[in-house]
């Protein structure tokens, strides 16, 4: 088992990988790949389900992605995302969300998106034994407030992150993702804060970072963004196996002999 405090423990040691999987088969190659986290996040509206936001992913969808990802990796640290809705309503309801990502999935932690306004529900998450990964900077689940732009422009910009920063800390939380801010915040933030930061889009100095699994695997060439590295090209790798299966089919060379049963 992997507890949130040996993720905590590495920072000032060496940089923590976290990557985002949504199923078995891709679970069990990170976990072969001694990835240190795998988030299981509610980037898979947009990614596999094909939503044009995270908004419409509910909590029995996140739950049977996260016990599938728990199955394939079950000796990594496997955060879930709590979606939309899913922690914002009251607190009563939020614990019992989070239970759910413990209970029925085998979650290591849940993550969330927010600053100061959930340090208490943090840290009454904390106080019963939940991880809590936090997540500030660019909040994809606001997208219909203020769209999805990049946080620690201004000073006040920072100020207010480096607050939000301080007050998870103070809540509990293990570590902190920082997504889509500026290289000079989200600096001054891993130096502030004791727990280790994950950086998305948020430069080079956080403790660790983090990419979306299709955006690395460049599954859509079309969707090219500042932050992500693509480390393979799966869409020409399906692509031309798709249409060579096709080609082959049609001219009837496959199946061939080594595909056939025959009769005893
Ligand atoms: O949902 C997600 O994949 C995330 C990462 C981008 C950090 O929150």
């Known amino acids: 088992m992997v507890t949130a405090s040996r993720i905590r423990n590495l920072k000032g040691k060496r940089k923590i990988s976290m990557l985002t999987a949504y199923d078995y088969l891709t679970a069990r190659i990170l976990e072969a790949a001694a990835i240190d986290i795998i988030l299981v996040g509610d980037s898979m509206g947009t990614t ?9 992913v509910t909590m029995d969808i996140m739950v049977a992605h996260v016990a599938a990802v728990k199955r394939g990796a079950p000796k990594t640290m496997v955060v879930a995302d709590m979606p939309f809705l899913s922690y914002g309503v009251s607190e009563e309801e939020a614990i019992r969300n989070a239970g759910r990502f413990l209970k029925e999935a085998g979650a290591d932690a ?5 600053g100061k306004d959930i340090a208490p529900l943090v ?9 809590v990964m936090g997540h500030i900077g660019l909040r994809p689940q606001q997208v219909l407030k203020s ?22 800390e103070k809540a509990g939380i293990f570590s902190l993702v920082l997504e889509g801010t500026t290289e000079e915040a989200s600096r001054l933030i ?8 994950i950086g998305i889009g948020a430069g080079r100095y956080t403790d660790g970072q983090v990419l979306v699994i299709t955006d690395m695997l460049g599954y859509e060439p079309d969707h090219q963004y500042k932050h992500n590295k693509t480390y393979a090209n799966l869409y020409n790798t399906i692509f031309s196996a798709v249409v060579q299966y096709k080609e082959e ?16």
């Open 48 to 56: 596999i389900l094909g939503y044009p936001t995270t908004l419409p």
């Open 110 to 114: 849940v993550k969330l998106e927010g």
């Open 123 to 131: 840290e009454k998450m904390v106080s019963l034994g939940i991880p």
């Open 147 to 168: 769209g999805y732009q990049v946080a620690g422009r201004t000073e006040a910009d920072i100020e207010n992150l480096s607050e939000d920063a301080k007050a998870l």
């Open 190 to 197: 891993t130096d502030m804060v004791s727990i280790p930061t």
């Open 249 to 264: 089919v049609e001219m009837g060379l496959f199946p061939s002999e080594e595909h056939v049963f025959h009769q005893k």
